[in-house]
C-alpha cells in the first residue's frame, strides 16, 4: 500500500529533512585523509541528535550504524568501521535518516577526499544529474517506471550502470514503503503517482558492469567488479505539478 501524506505531515518530512541537509554539509566539512568512518558516524549521530532528531537508520533491521557510509566500490549500506580510514582519492557516501516527531527523511550525497581521478570525477558529476534527470519525471498522473527509465536512460548515455537489486521508495512513517522505485525501467509501467506521495529516489550507479555481492556482515553492497560507486539521493512529495524536495535543493 502506498501511503498518501497531508500538507502537515510532508512538512514534518521537510523539517527532518533540513537537519539531514545540515548533516550532509557538516560531514562533508570534515572530510580528509586519515580521519576514520566510525568518527564520521559518531558526529552524524551527535550532529543529529543535537538538532532534536533520532538517526532512523540506527537499529533498523540490525542496522549497527547512524548513518550508512559507503567508499569506492561499496554502493550502500556501507558500515562505519574504527580502523577505515580515508584516502585521498577515495569517494565517499553519507546516506542519511533523521526521524523527527515521527517523520523521516532519507537522503544521500557523495563527495570527493581531496583529488579524485577523472573516473571518479565524471561517476559522481553524472550520478547526480541522473538524480534531478529523473525528478523531472516526477508529477501525479505519471507512472512511476517513468522516473526509473529515464533514470536509466541518463545513466547509460553517459556510460555507467544500474544495479537492479537495490532502488528507492517510498518513506515518511517508515524507513522504507511502498513503492520500490528501480533505477531502470520502462516509460509507461508502473503505478500511478499520486499527489501526497513520499518518494525517497536515489540513482545508484556504478563505473562497471551491474552486479553486486553483499560482505559478509550482511550490510555492505558492493560492485562486482571492484568498480566504484556514487549515490545522490533526495525525499520528495509527488505533487499536482510536480514535486517538492523535503530535504534541501
Ligand atoms: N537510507 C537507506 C536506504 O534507503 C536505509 C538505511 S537503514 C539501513 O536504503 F538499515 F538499511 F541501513
Ligand atoms: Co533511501
Excluded at 511502498?178 to 518518494?199: A, Q, R
Aim: charged share 25%; hydrophobic share 35%; net charge negative.
Amino acid at each position: 500500500m502506498i501511503n498518501i501524506y497531508t500538507n502537515e505531515e510532508i512538512n514534518k518530512v521537510k523539517e527532518a529533512g533540513k537537519i539531514n541537509k545540515l548533516a550532509h554539509e557538516y560531514l562533508a566539512s570534515l572530510i580528509k585523509p586519515g580521519i576514520s568512518t566510525k568518527y564520521l558516524d559518531d558526529e552524524a549521530g551527535k550532529f543529529i541528535e543535537s538538532h532534536g532528531g533520532i538517526p532512523a537508520s540506527k537499529g533498523y533491521e540490525g542496522y549497527p550504524c547512524n548513518i550508512c557510509i559507503s567508499i569506492n566500490d561499496e554502493i550502500v549500506h556501507g558500515i562505519a568501521k574504527e580502523d577505515v580510514f580515508l584516502k585521498e582519492g577515495d569517494i565517499i557516501t553519507f546516506d542519511i535518516m533523521t526521524k523527527l516527531d515521527g517523520y523521516i527523511a532519507d537522503s544521500a550525497t557523495t563527495w570527493p577526499v581531496g583529488k579524485v581521478n577523472k573516473e571518479k570525477e565524471h561517476l559522481m558529476y553524472h550520478t547526480k544529474k541522473a538524480l534531478y534527470t529523473g525528478l523531472k519525471e516526477v508529477k501525479a498522473g505519471v507512472p512511476l517506471g517513468n522516473i526509473s527509465a529515464r533514470i536509466q536512460q541518463y545513466a547509460e548515455k553517459h556510460g555507467l550502470s544500474v544495479p537492479h537489486e537495490i532502488g528507492g521508495h517510498g518513506v515518511g512513517k517508515d524507513v522504507h514503503e511502498d513503492p520500490f522505485i528501480p533505477n531502470y525501467g520502462k516509460y509507461g509501467e508502473g503505478v500511478i503517482l499520486k499527489s501526497g506521495m513520499i518518494l525517497a529516489i536515489e540513482p545508484m550507479l556504478v563505473v562497471g558492469d551491474r552486479h553486486v555481492d553483499v560482505l559478509d556482515d550482511d550490510w555492505t553492497i558492493v560492485t562486482h567488479d571492484g568498480s566504484n560507486s556514487a549515490h545522490f539521493e533526495h525525499t520528495i512529495a509527488v505533487r499536482d505539478d510536480g514535486y517538492e524536495i523535503l530535504t534541501g535543493e
